[in-house]
């Protein structure tokens, strides 16, 4: 399983981007996708997830709901992370994963991730 992280960059407080995770050699669909981001300094927590293929849910960190956006292409083998109202405490480098098993904001659950991509919001 890879999986491709990108749209990261520099964003002033209060503007947006949309994250994208590409998964090569294996359909999207058929995992748990979560993203996870980790902050200079912090543990790596989860922002997001949602289910496979007929597990109609999406979970979201209580800091990321109202804000971020998280959706599938099945198509591009795609998963998105739309983020608006960023703020100063959504710095960090972004990352999607994968499992076999359910939804969990546990990075431990997770068995395969993309090498990240950073988010820089500033004042």
């Known amino acids: 399983m890879q999986l491709v992280e990108s749209g990261g960059g520099l964003v002033q407080t209060g503007g947006s981007l949309r994250l994208s995770c590409v998964g090569s050699?294996?359909?999207?669909?058929?995992?748990?996708i979560g993203w996870f981001r980790q902050a200079p300094g912090k543990e790596r927590e989860g922002v997001s997830c949602?289910?496979?293929?007929?597990?109609?849910?999406?979970y979201y960190e209580d800091s990321a709901k109202g804000r971020f956006t998280m959706s599938r292409d099945s198509a591009k083998n795609t998963v998105y992370l739309q983020m608006n109202s960023l703020n100063s405490g959504d710095t960090a480098v972004y990352y999607c994963?994968?499992?076999?098993?359910?939804?969990?904001?546990?990075?431990?659950?997770?068995?395969?991730w993309g090498k990240g991509s950073l988010v820089t919001v500033s004042l």
């Open positions: 949602t289910g496979s293929r007929g597990v109609d849910i999406t």
């Open positions: 050699g294996f359909t999207l669909d058929d995992y748990t």
């Open positions: 994963a994968g499992s076999n098993l359910g939804c969990s904001f546990s990075q431990y659950s997770m068995s395969d």
